[in-house]
């Protein structure tokens, strides 16, 4: 696991989409907007980047298994030496960027950065960026897994062409990527026009940066997350009673758990272990603040497949709900086990 | 052991410190000259008369000597050797400027490289020949006699025969293999992997050998003076695989020596003498006996992790460098 210093660290962005729904648009933006900010972007070998760029790499995705028995313990071979070399310019970039090909699983990008010493040492995850194509998202969830999983793991969605859909397909669309991925932040974009500051800098695997889990949920017009006029608030508070439809993809789901009895950590800790053993291939996301009998501190921790990385983070607030929450993303979840499994670790 | 309450007799005064002003990521030595690789562009000649060589516009990734001529390749795509006179001449630029990211010497004059999944011998009459991997190649190593380089990639290791159409000899084994070398007898080949473990074949046989217990990836791997034992980083301590058999380490134990709190980071074996120097994650560079764990202290901890660690052929003047920019030589 990663030191937990991660001040010093070089954070990394990964930036996902299915073919066509404007990813190189987004980076080229980011490139070349006046931001005073250097990136070293790390590019799939049939992107096109326009911007002139000495610290642009590009990679081939060599996706790797560990050899440790595990089938969904896998890493981006071409990473771990991309990375190395990269940190021989240290001080050359602020950021790194690595744009994956559309048909890309962002969870061997990210389990990299955990099952790596020397990259993650060196480097931190800061967020999965995804960019969907409103135009055609719901055909591509139909027959393409690899959307899919993209919109499932994201950290932020961008839903990008807005121009090229009604107001009603696009409030459907937004139904639909909730009922696959509640917690991500999602905003509409047209070319892909977005504040960097909404797409970079997310620390959205930073441990001490788990706050809450609630839902992203959609808040009505007036609070959505245009491009523009929002800039950063969390809107969490107001998300109830505005009528929404809700869609369930029968395949990929969210399951959130939520108690307010203390946990036993003699019981949670074999649990959530045994869990990501066996299910691992299935969950995609995990995420979890706890609250532990007796332990006046909040625990946290987020998990990729099998890899869980967790923590103390704080004291638990004085006027502060010291409630567990824990919420899984993944594939045909078994949601009664999982349900039936988290109770019993109750204290 | 040794009592870690004592204080270790130390050479440390005896160093003489250079400001790299950059990371150092090797050192070779050019006769009796000492030659810093740093991370961009420059290799620093630390003699008397202490001058910069620019070799590359960009990032060094990969370096070798053989005492008369360093060869680096760069994220710039080009492939550099530089004599003992500073002069540098291009061997090769890649076309789509690629990383040139491994090289390898060999022992009649050949140079080996690597862009990509694209291996290159360059041979001692100036042929270019290539071979392709599977996967990108991971690590580059001659074999000490015939003319035969070992590569490394995805699922095992092959020794290819540059000069000779023969088949090239594949060994499998799972898992991504990120570096690799041949004893010095040219029995057994070791690879270096992506899980904290090396892994061996006898070539005579093709058996394997699995050397684990690591608590990081092996990223420095050297053979002491004859080829008894493989020098390894990865673990709070130097762990020596033995060699002296012709079962190699197979059911045997390694000699685990000088112990530390931190991780160490490089080893360099001493040419001729069964001493091996060793870098620690803190900054400490040591003088270690095989045979008895004597250490010797050549630099204080001061939290710059070691990076660089090199002997002159002669064994009389052990040079290093670190990740911050701090560099040392200490004459014998």
Not at chain 1, 172 to 201: Q, W
Not at chain 1, 204 to 225: C, K, N, S, V
Not at chain 2, 2 to 19: M, W
Not at chain 2, 265 to 280: D, E, I, L, S, W
Request: net charge negative.
């Amino acid at each position: 696991m990663p030191t937990p210093d991660t001040a010093s660290k070089i954070p990394v962005t990964v930036l996902t989409g299915y073919l066509g729904a404007g990813k190189t648009t987004l980076l080229n933006r980011i490139l070349s907007e006046p931001h005073g900010k250097k990136f070293a972007v790390i590019v799939n070998e049939f992107g096109e980047i326009g911007i002139d760029n000495e610290l642009v790499v590009n990679a081939d995705e060599e996706v790797f298994e560990m050899n440790n028995g595990c089938i969904c313990c896998t890493v981006r071979g071409d990473l771990v030496r991309i990375i190395d070399g990269l940190m021989r310019r240290k001080g050359k970039f602020d950021a790194i960027i690595v744009e994956t090909t559309g048909l890309a699983d962002p969870a061997p990008v990210a389990q990299t950065f955990f099952m790596d010493e020397a990259v993650g040492a060196k480097t931190k995850l800061d967020a999965v960026v995804t960019v969907a194509d409103a135009k055609w998202l719901t055909d591509r969830l139909k027959d393409a897994p690899e959307a899919k999983n993209q919109i499932a793991f994201a950290d932020v969605i961008l839903l990008n062409k807005t121009d090229l859909v009604t107001p009603a397909e696009l409030r459907e669309l937004e139904e639909r990527i909730r009922g696959l991925n509640p917690y991500a932040r999602l905003h509409r974009t047209e070319r892909a026009k977005i504040d960097i500051g909404e797409v970079l800098g997310r620390n959205a695997f930073d441990l001490d940066r788990i706050l809450t889990i609630e839902p992203d949920f959609l808040a009505g017009e007036d609070h959505y997350h245009h491009a523009h006029d929002d800039h950063g608030h969390d809107h969490g508070a107001h998300h109830h009673g505005n009528g929404l439809k809700h869609y369930h993809d029968e395949e990929m789901q969210s399951v959130a758990l939520r108690t307010d009895k203390p946990l036993n950590p003699d019981k949670f800790f074999p649990w959530i272990q045994d869990l990501v053993a066996k299910d691992g291939p299935s969950i995609l996301r995990c995420k979890g603040i706890l609250s532990f009998k007796d332990d006046p501190e909040r625990f946290v921790f987020q998990g990729v497949h099998m890899i869980l990385d967790g923590d103390h983070q704080r004291p638990w607030h004085a006027d502060e709900a010291r409630d567990s929450r824990i919420v899984f993303i993944g594939r045909n979840l078994p949601e009664d086990k999982i349900r039936q499994g988290f109770e019993s670790c109750i204290a | 052991m040794s009592d870690t309450q004592a204080p270790i007799p130390s050479l440390a005064e005896r160093v003489r410190s250079v400001d790299a002003a950059a990371s150092v990521v090797g050192v070779h030595f050019l006769g009796a000259t000492p030659v810093f690789v740093l991370g961009e562009e420059v290799l620093l000649f630390a003699g008397d008369d202490e001058h910069r060589v620019v070799a590359h516009a960009g990032a060094i990734l990969a370096s070798a000597c053989d005492g008369k001529r360093i060869i680096t390749g760069g994220d710039d795509g080009k492939l550099i050797e530089t004599g003992s006179d500073g002069q540098n001449r291009v061997l090769a630029s890649d076309e789509k400027r690629r990383w040139i990211d491994q090289v390898a010497l060999g022992p009649d004059g050949a140079v080996a490289w690597s862009a990509g999944k694209i291996a290159h011998v360059l041979t001692k009459k100036g042929e270019d020949r290539t071979f392709e991997t599977p996967s990108t190649v991971a690590g580059l190593c001659f074999a000490p006699k015939g003319f035969r380089l070992a590569i490394a990639h995805y699922n095992g290791a092959t020794l290819w025969f540059p000069n000779t159409g023969a088949a090239p000899e594949r060994l499998e084994w799972k898992g991504s293999h990120l570096g690799v070398t041949i004893s010095p007898d040219g029995k057994f080949l070791i690879t270096c992997m992506q899980e904290p473990m090396l892994h061996g074949w006898r070539l005579a046989d093709g058996k394997h050998m699995r050397m684990s217990g690591y608590s990081a990836r092996v990223r420095s791997l050297d053979w002491t003076a004859g080829g008894d034992f493989l020098a390894t980083s990865g673990s709070e301590q130097l762990i020596l695989w033995p060699f002296d058999g012709k079962d190699g380490p197979m059911g045997r134990q390694p000699k685990i020596l000088a112990r530390a709190e931190v991780r160490v980071t490089v080893v360099a074996c001493h040419p001729r003498q069964p001493v091996v120097a060793v870098g620690y994650a803190d900054g400490a560079v040591k003088l270690v006996r095989v045979d008895d764990d004597a250490v010797i202290l050549v630099r204080a901890a001061d939290g710059e992790p070691v990076s660089a660690l090199g002997w002159d052929s002669a064994g009389q003047i052990l040079a290093f460098g670190t990740e911050s920019s701090a560099a040392g030589i200490l004459a014998l």
